[in-house]
């Protein structure tokens, strides 16, 4: 564990248990293909936490440099807690993907054409794409005091109901980006134990898809 190198930490962040004889585990979590990250278990100790003189923004803001992001990180609480915009003022970003906009609404099952107007088909081909449309959610997420910055706004995938029709398949993610932030990172036990500062990355859902 040791050795794993940083860009191992991609999908840090994790929920780990190393059994009764190592209760917690303190050095770094295990990566993990779920999004959005799951919650991390910590030891409820306060001693590994950082102290007062350990969250000088100053120093803080230097270790992570560029990598400083206000869109997706904040160091004190966010007034709004959630950005998501309710399904009925969801807009669609870019144009109509090509599956909807090619379907052959003249076509039926049995094999006879009906005739649709230009209006007609317009008018349900965007009500199709509003219906199956898959925003992503984002909302403010406090990591605790062993991130820096402690906030981060976290996407998510729209759930509420099916994006299918007929109904079955769901909304999921199929695009991530990665932000970086600052880890408490402690190695040993009580008075013999070392802890500093690294850089981690986080993944953040950035696009959804109506799949299986």
Known sequence: MMGLSHTLLLYALLCVHLGVSQHFLRLRPSPS???PVPDLKED???EYDPREQDLTER???KKLGSNFDPNFMSISSPMLLNLSTPDNQVKQQGPMPNEIKKLDLTETPYGKR???GKKA???FLQWLWTYTHCPVVYTWKDLGVRFWPRYIKEGNC???RSCSFPEGMSC???KSITKIFLRWYCQGFLRQKYCTWIQVQYPIISECK???
């Open 114 to 116: 009906v005739k649709v």
């Open 33 to 35: 293909d779920n999004l």
């Open 121 to 123: 088909r317009r008018k």
């Open 59 to 61: 120093s803080l803001r």
């Open 210 to 212: 109506c799949s299986c």
């Open 172 to 174: 999921k993610p199929v």
């Open 44 to 46: 409820p100790d306060p």
């Open 158 to 160: 729209f759930s509420e």
